[in-house]
């Protein structure tokens, strides 16, 4: 296993090397303060990449879209919020927000900065609200990827060069301004092996695990192979 800046060293060097993993976590779930005693104690080298405005608020808007469905499928709700323009997505998301409160589901600002001082952590940007990028215009992409990634330094205390598109949506313009917001790295969901000499450093691959599958279904997802009978994502 190794971490985001030995990725990095790799890409700049052009050498593979054999049977390497990077492992990250999208999103800074509170679920992630179960793992910093495990990763601390086997020195396991992680990247969370942390949205900002849940640190504070407590939740994502996902929660909201959830906990207002009513007994209709979530999963299709989500995508019909996904495919929103992000004006009438900030308007419609205000007003599910004051129709219930929700439980915290993120870190704290306090527990992103606790796993930040653990040395195997790497902190990355994952902008500030979580909005699909692709769906911004692009004053509103630039805000949310250069304030993503200078809120977080100010709150780890450490540069910030690696970012995830939220639900791993990007264009080359988005490229563009990430490229020109200072990340020197940015992760897609596009599953597949990274190719460490021909792959854009600004649209790297990642294998996606799934929080429902099981053992052997997530051990095919690691190895490449789940990927070439199923296509969906999730």
Same mark, same amino acid.
């Given at each position: 296993?190794?971490?985001?800046?030995?990725?990095?060293?790799?890409?700049?060097?052009?050498?593979?090397?054999?049977?390497?993993?990077?492992?990250?976590?999208?999103?800074?779930?509170?679920?992630?303060?179960?793992?910093?005693? =495990?990763?601390?104690?086997?020195? #396991?080298?992680?990247? +969370?990449?942390?949205?900002?405005? !849940?640190?504070?608020?407590? *939740?994502?808007?996902?929660?909201?879209?959830?906990?207002?469905?009513?007994?209709?499928?979530?999963?299709?709700?989500?995508?019909?919020?996904?495919?929103?323009?992000?004006?009438?997505?900030?308007?419609?998301?205000?007003?599910?927000?004051?129709?219930?409160?929700?439980?915290?589901?993120?870190?704290?600002?306090?527990?992103?900065?606790?796993?930040?001082?653990?040395?195997?952590?790497?902190?990355?940007?994952?902008?500030?609200?979580?909005?699909?990028?692709?769906?911004?215009?692009?004053?509103?992409?630039?805000?949310?990827?250069?304030?993503?990634? =200078?809120?977080?330094?100010?709150? #780890?205390?450490?540069? +910030?060069?690696?970012?995830?598109? !939220?639900?791993?949506?990007? *264009?080359?313009?988005?490229?563009?301004?990430?490229?020109?917001?200072?990340?020197?790295?940015?992760?897609?969901?596009?599953?597949?092996?990274?190719?460490?000499?021909?792959?854009?450093?600004?649209?790297?691959?990642?294998?996606?695990?799934?929080?429902?599958?099981?053992?052997?279904?997530?051990?095919?997802?690691?190895?490449?192979?789940?990927?070439?009978?199923?296509?969906?994502?999730?």
């Amino acid at each position: 296993m190794i971490s985001l800046s030995e990725l990095e060293k790799l890409l700049e060097e052009g050498i593979a090397k054999d049977k390497c993993v990077v492992i990250t976590l999208d999103d800074a779930h509170i679920s992630n303060n179960k793992l910093l005693p =495990s990763i601390e104690k086997y020195k #396991v080298p992680v990247t +969370i990449f942390a949205p900002v405005d !849940p640190l504070y608020e407590g *939740s994502y808007w996902w929660d909201y879209v959830n906990a207002n469905s009513e007994g209709m499928n979530a999963k299709h709700l989500l995508r019909k919020w996904k495919m929103m323009d992000v004006n009438s997505f900030d308007v419609m998301m205000a007003d599910l927000r004051s129709q219930k409160s929700v439980p915290r589901t993120s870190m704290t600002v306090e527990e992103l900065q606790k796993a930040a001082s653990i040395k195997t952590i790497e902190i990355g940007a994952h902008t500030v609200s979580h909005p699909i990028l692709t769906q911004c215009e692009e004053a509103r992409v630039r805000m949310e990827l250069e304030g993503g990634r =200078s809120r977080l330094q100010e709150i #780890v205390g450490k540069q +910030i060069k690696y970012l995830a598109y !939220p639900n791993g949506n990007y *264009s080359e313009k988005i490229k563009s301004t990430a490229r020109s917001s200072g990340y020197k790295l940015a992760f897609t969901v596009e599953q597949r092996l990274i190719d460490l000499k021909t792959d854009d450093w600004l649209a790297l691959p990642r294998f996606a695990l799934n929080e429902e599958g099981g053992r052997f279904e997530n051990l095919a997802r690691v190895m490449g192979t789940w990927q070439k009978f199923f296509f969906w994502k999730f």
